[in-house]
């Protein structure tokens, strides 16, 4: 499943990227927030990281201002990769040799045209795997 929040900041985008997978008929779920009332990131980007959790098929976008605040409260939960992505080139890359199973894109900086593309990106890359298999299993901290 693929999961979408939003912080107050991010909430136009992220309602522009439900219009375009709806249109592309991927399913989804929005967790949130629903209006341009001022939240606190933390409280969805934790969200997301625990439905993104649930299984290792899910995805998750998060849209803040600036993409930093989701990325980090998301990155704090063991088992998320969340990867701010401001290019088709980073979100392929984050994919490709760090299996994200987060994108997140920044609200107050991305046009709607571009994050349409870093979306593709993101959703068709498949992770590499091999060599960059033992680099993801040394983030993790125990």
Known sequence: ??????????????????????????????????????????????????????????????????????????NRHAGIRAARCMSEEDAELARRHNDANILVLAGRQTVVAEAEKILEKFLETEFEGGRHEERIEKIEIS
């Open 1 to 74: 499943m693929l999961y979408l929040t939003s912080d107050h900041a991010g909430f136009q985008l992220k309602e522009s990227l439900k219009k375009i997978l709806t249109e592309r008929k991927i399913e989804f779920v929005d967790l949130g927030t629903d209006s341009e009332k001022s939240v606190d990131y933390p409280d969805f980007g934790h969200v997301l990281a625990e439905k993104v959790l649930e299984s290792s098929e899910n995805r998750g976008i998060g849209v803040c201002g600036s993409g930093h605040g989701i990325t980090m409260a998301a």
